[in-house]
């Protein structure tokens, strides 16, 4: 089952963005869940990961300006972006963690213009 993110757009250098997740129950309720992003010229990689308790991770760059949390009633993660910085320009997917192959879905765009 793909998961589908939504939310993105084009946002201006300092702006920001809350993406949004949803999935099925059997899988946002019971899994960890990821958000990822694949910049041009660059393989997808892991932006944040909020396990089962809501524990949250984030890579390094998006430390501070990144959030990821999760409504389990409403089967949905999120993940607000803040302090967008041209950088952060690229697709963002989200899925359980690990990943599972068959749940990428099409990702959502997001640009950052300076």
């Known amino acids: 089952v793909q998961l589908q993110a939504s939310g993105g757009g084009l946002v201006q250098a300092g702006g920001s963005l809350r993406l949004s997740c949803v999935g099925p129950?059997?899988?946002?309720?019971?899994?960890?869940m990821s958000w990822w992003r694949q910049i041009a010229g660059k393989r997808r990689e892991l932006v944040a990961v909020?396990?089962?308790?809501?524990?949250?991770t984030y890579e390094d760059s998006v430390k501070g300006r990144f959030f990821i949390s999760r409504d389990n009633a409403k089967n949905t993660v999120y993940l607000r972006m803040n302090s967008l910085e041209p950088e952060d320009t690229g697709i963002y997917y989200c899925?359980?963690?690990?990943?599972?192959?068959?749940?990428w879905g099409q990702g959502t765009q997001v640009t950052v213009s300076s």
């Open positions: 899925n359980q963690f690990p990943p599972e192959s068959e749940s």
């Open positions: 909020s396990s089962t308790n809501s524990i949250a």
């Open positions: 129950g059997s899988i946002v309720k019971i899994n960890a």
